[in-house]
């Protein structure tokens, strides 16, 4: 085990200067369900790491920059936290202005892994995940002025069998340094005591709807009223029930797809007694994923009603200096357009979930998203084994029924598994940007991976599901999904209802001087010395065994990918994102000749 974290050489990003230490992420954090006013709580929090089982400290040793986790080079900490270990947070908080009828609401929008909130020395709630929100109502547990909150947290990072991604106490490979604690926005919000909880809008394509339903913090009579705009022309307006489907037509509509990522705009208010009580701003996109076979056959994903190709890379979502947490919210912009201008128009968010606002630019920008369930489990099959199976037979079909197998022999990890992947798919599923839902990567922690297809795709029927990623196939899901890095691309036997996509090829490798988080023990598959040479690869790779399987039924690559992270170095950027890696012109011909076979 890590007493100390790894020493790298780069521990800053093109973004690292841009840091506001005094409120760092200053932007709205849910834009899906926008109000007009919110309190930022980033920024200087004290901090202290002792044993796991001790009282809350007395005194502090030092400050941390929240959100950034107390492993990463922007905290101000650079410390790991062992599993034997609990991290302390405390900082003062003003209490809001707020009428009789208004409730004060604590949100943290990510903390990994198990996090026990106070107020004033009083326990107020606890929350077990590293990846999705929570929030709890502190209105009772405030005083007038100055508050203490103190935040106490938990990681067991790879000794557990919780959901982490890659995350490991001893980074090495293709495994990561952890993320500990706080490493989203923390901000509360004044709110009526009767407010929207939860909003849902499903396009329906074909027949020119929305289904809409509202959630409320209570029963009510109050009018529910939605308007739908087109920048500041209402197209309509209806009232809603609360819990309750309403279908609403909207004929002639502006379809939404990444050559054209039209949004309308969603207005709800709540009215009572002709008073405004709450009011919310969200938006939705028409557009439709589907699977129908061509006039060949052979299946092929379709958006829109039209085959498309789906040309994207894999993205681990990390940052030299942030680590899971983006640097800056231009950060998350910039990536996302450098993919689409080298003409991309997919990315697979890689066993990680993001913040709210990057599936947003996602919906603005007009990106393809394929959003994995981070993995968890004590592990998968052994090293030789997970590895030579695929290219030795890469036709074979195993059942993933005996649990232990997998890491995944505990009950209990199980149940964690599928409750946040419900609460994942609950969440996000109101981005039009995400087309595709991936449950398990590879076999970690793998188990029940045809049930689960068909579980997520009972919450999510309107979207497409690769239900194991490159291994083991149990002929579930939308997708026949292959990942090849080593030997030559070939394709699948055919197969009548589920479309053959490569999620993951590529990952050829160059050590950009000046530009490498440690240049010893740099990873990669195969490894070029210039750009010229690595682009020379690309193209080959692409034009003599990527092209030609599109006749034969390919319908989307995932090339790894984005960046380098730590010791990868196959990323089209660099990991501090100041230099592409491969020549842009080569990578956006090749992009759109993919998309035209």
């Known amino acids: 085990m890590a007493?100390?974290?790894?020493?790298p050489k780069m521990t800053k990003s093109a973004y690292s200067d841009r840091v506001d230490r005094e409120r760092p992420l200053d932007v709205y954090p849910r834009p899906m369900l926008a109000r007009s006013s919110w309190i930022n709580l980033n920024g200087s929090y004290d901090y202290a790491i002792t044993p796991i089982d001790a009282d809350r400290p007395q005194t502090y040793d030092g400050k941390i920059l929240v959100p950034f986790c107390v492993e990463s080079p922007l905290s101000g900490v650079s410390l790991p936290l062992r599993p034997d270990q609990k991290l302390w947070y405390r900082r003062m908080i003003d209490a809001p202005v707020r009428a009789a009828e208004e409730r004060v609401i604590l949100h943290f929008e990510a903390v990994d892994y198990v996090a026990d909130v106070r107020i004033n020395e009083r326990l107020i709630g606890r929350h077990v995940g590293g990846y999705a929100p929570f929030s709890f109502d502190v209105t009772d547990d405030l005083l007038p002025g100055e508050n203490a909150l103190v935040i106490g947290v938990t990681d067991p990072t790879d000794t557990g069998s919780q959901e982490r991604g890659k995350q490991v106490l001893d980074p090495k490979g293709i495994w990561?340094?952890?993320?500990?604690?706080?490493?989203?926005?923390?901000?509360?919000?004044?709110?009526?005591?009767?407010?929207?909880?939860?909003?849902?809008?499903?396009p329906e394509y074909d027949g020119s709807d929305i289904i809409v339903c509202p959630t409320l913090s209570r029963a009510t009579d109050a009018k529910i009223v939605l308007r739908v705009v087109d920048g500041k022309r209402e197209v309509l307006s209806v009232n809603l029930v609360p819990d309750e489907e309403t279908r609403v037509r909207l004929p002639g509509f502006k379809p939404w797809s990444p050559e054209s990522p039209f949004l309308y705009g969603a207005r709800i208010e709540i009215r009572r007694e002709n008073r405004v009580v709450d009011a919310v701003k969200?938006?939705?996109?028409?557009?439709?994923?589907?699977?129908?076979?061509?006039?060949?056959?052979?299946?092929?994903?379709?958006?829109?009603?039209?085959?498309?190709?789906?040309?994207?890379?894999?993205?681990?979502?990390?940052?030299?200096?942030?680590?899971?947490?983006?640097?800056?919210?231009?950060?998350?912009?910039?990536?996302?357009?450098?993919?689409?201008?080298?003409?991309?128009?997919?990315?697979?968010?890689?066993?990680?979930?993001?913040s709210e606002r990057w599936y947003w630019h996602c919906d603005r920008l007009?990106?393809?998203?394929?959003?994995?369930?981070?993995s968890g489990g004590t592990g998968a099959l052994g090293k030789w084994l997970g590895a030579i199976r695929p290219y030795a037979f890469p036709h074979l079909h195993l059942s993933d029924r005996r649990y232990g197998r997998f890491g995944r022999a505990d009950a209990r990890s199980r149940t964690e598994f599928q409750n946040g992947l419900t609460e994942m798919v609950e969440r996000l599923s109101k981005h039009p940007s995400i087309v595709c839902w991936v449950p398990f990567n590879e076999a970690w922690g793998q188990f029940d991976a045809k049930a689960t297809a068909a579980y997520v795709k009972s919450l999510d029927p309107t979207r497409i599901v690769d239900h194991?990623?490159?291994?083991?196939?149990?002929?579930?899901?939308?997708?026949?999904?292959?990942?090849?890095?080593?030997?030559?691309?070939?394709?699948?036997?055919?197969?009548?209802?589920?479309?053959?996509?490569?999620?993951?090829?590529?990952?050829?490798?160059?050590?950009?001087?000046?530009?490498?988080?440690?240049?010893?023990?740099?990873?990669?598959?195969?490894?070029?010395?210039?750009?010229?040479?690595?682009?020379?690869?690309?193209?080959?790779l692409l034009r003599g065994q990527v092209l030609p399987l599109i006749a034969k039924g390919l319908c989307a690559t995932?090339?790894?990918q984005l960046s380098d992270v730590e010791l990868e170095v196959n990323g089209i950027l660099t990991y501090d994102r100041s230099e592409i890696k491969i020549d842009e012109a080569t990578v956006r011909e090749l992009n759109e000749a993919l998309k035209k076979a």
């Open 3 to 7: 007493e100390t974290m790894p020493n």
């Open 558 to 560: 995932v090339y790894t």
């Open 176 to 202: 990561y340094t952890a993320t500990s604690g706080i490493w989203q926005t923390v901000w509360m919000e004044v709110v009526n005591e009767l407010r929207l909880t939860a909003l849902s809008i499903t």
């Open 468 to 540: 194991a990623s490159g291994w083991y196939d149990e002929s579930g899901g939308d997708l026949h999904s292959i990942h090849r890095y080593i030997l030559e691309l070939k394709a699948p036997r055919p197969e009548r209802e589920r479309a053959f996509v490569l999620s993951e090829f590529g990952g050829y490798s160059r050590l950009a001087e000046d530009h490498v988080w440690n240049p010893q023990g740099s990873f990669g598959y195969r490894m070029y010395d210039s750009k010229d040479a690595i682009t020379d690869a690309y193209q080959s």
């Open 282 to 354: 969200s938006h939705f996109g028409m557009r439709k994923i589907d699977i129908a076979r061509d006039e060949a056959g052979i299946p092929r994903i379709r958006l829109n009603g039209k085959p498309y190709f789906q040309t994207g890379v894999l993205d681990q979502g990390y940052w030299p200096d942030g680590l899971l947490t983006q640097p800056t919210d231009q950060a998350l912009v910039d990536d996302i357009l450098t993919m689409k201008n080298l003409g991309f128009n997919m990315l697979r968010k890689h066993i990680k979930m993001e």
């Open 366 to 374: 007009g990106m393809l998203v394929w959003q994995d369930m981070p």
